[in-house]
């Protein structure tokens, strides 16, 4: 399907890609009455926008000459090689949705720059059925080009709010997997506590409500850490200081082989505190937790 109808460079765009989330972007842009363009390696996932609005391009050449601004939300960074090989993007502004690693973010700001792009990576920290919800809470770390930011902001944040976190393009995927990492320490925690009471007479609809409260009380460690950190400073105003951390942590770990439960999704975490401690107990004891993150760096 093609249309030469003219475009206004500033309320178009390209969307190659759809995947649920690349699905999820094209309709929201649709429905707010922006002209999209979209391009998929498998054409048929392209016939329900095209019912819906959208203009389906035979290529990804084809998508991409078709508007200014061109978005790319494709399975990885390798698929942005095969997808783009020989195409002309000269003039273009690529924002990259695609996920990836803070390396590749920058890499591929320098490959946009060689082929006479401009580029912003962008982290989506939403979920395909959060994309188009203001409500939901979901929004996209951008990085890289202000410029490019700033001229298309109004377009890009119709799926979901904006946050631009700098000029370095590894800076959004950066801040992307800080956040999923994590997500996914505290997927473990709660997940090693569910095991806990596995075969117990504690219902897990009973346990939910109190892990909630206690790691919502717990967040107060995550602004303290980062005060630690930035000041270096782990031993002012210590609560539960790092040597009766240590000590306590054993009670967790007889109580997971008493309740036959593996300690493997926190055992790493209590061992990092261990070897902070052990590796000078006078210097370190009275230390805050946070001051076990330094160990983490290699």
């Not at 783009?84 to 720059?113: F, I, M």
Request: overall charge negative.
């Amino acid at each position: 399907m093609t249309d030469n109808t003219p475009q206004n460079p500033l309320t178009s765009l390209t969307l190659l890609g759809l995947g649920d989330m690349g699905t999820a972007l094209a309709r929201t842009w649709l429905a707010a009455g922006h002209r999209l363009t979209v391009w998929n390696r498998t054409a048929t996932k392209a016939g329900p926008l095209a019912a819906e609005g959208a203009v389906v391009a035979a290529s990804a050449a084809g998508a991409v000459a078709a508007s200014r601004l061109v978005v790319l939300c494709l399975l990885d960074d390798a698929s942005i090689d095969s997808a783009l090989a020989g195409v002309d993007l000269t003039g273009k502004d690529l924002v990259n949705l695609t996920t990836g690693t803070p390396a590749e973010g920058r890499a591929r700001a320098a490959w946009a720059e060689e082929r006479g792009a401009r580029f912003v990576d962008g982290g989506i920290m939403a979920t395909p059925t959060m994309i188009g919800v203001p409500e939901s809470g979901g929004y996209v770390f951008y990085s890289g080009s202000r410029a490019l930011f700033d001229t298309h902001r109004e377009v890009l944040e119709v799926p979901a709010g904006g946050r631009f976190v700098g000029e370095d393009p590894g800076h959004a995927a950066l801040h992307d997997v800080a956040l999923l990492s994590a997500m996914y320490g505290m997927f473990a925690g709660v997940s090693h506590a569910y095991a806990l009471i596995e075969g117990e007479d504690v219902s897990p609809k009973d346990l939910a409500p109190l892990l909630s409260e206690w790691l919502g009380a717990m967040g107060f460690f995550i602004g303290n850490a980062a005060e630690r950190l930035s000041s270096r400073d782990f031993t002012t105003g210590v609560v539960s200081n790092l040597a009766m951390q240590v000590t306590g942590s054993g009670t967790l770990l007889r109580t997971a082989e008493q309740q036959g439960v593996s300690a493997e999704l926190i055992s790493p975490y209590l061992e990092l505190m261990r070897r902070r401690l052990t590796a000078d107990p006078a210097a370190h004891g009275g230390e805050d937790t946070a001051g076990a993150i330094t160990l983490l760096k290699r």
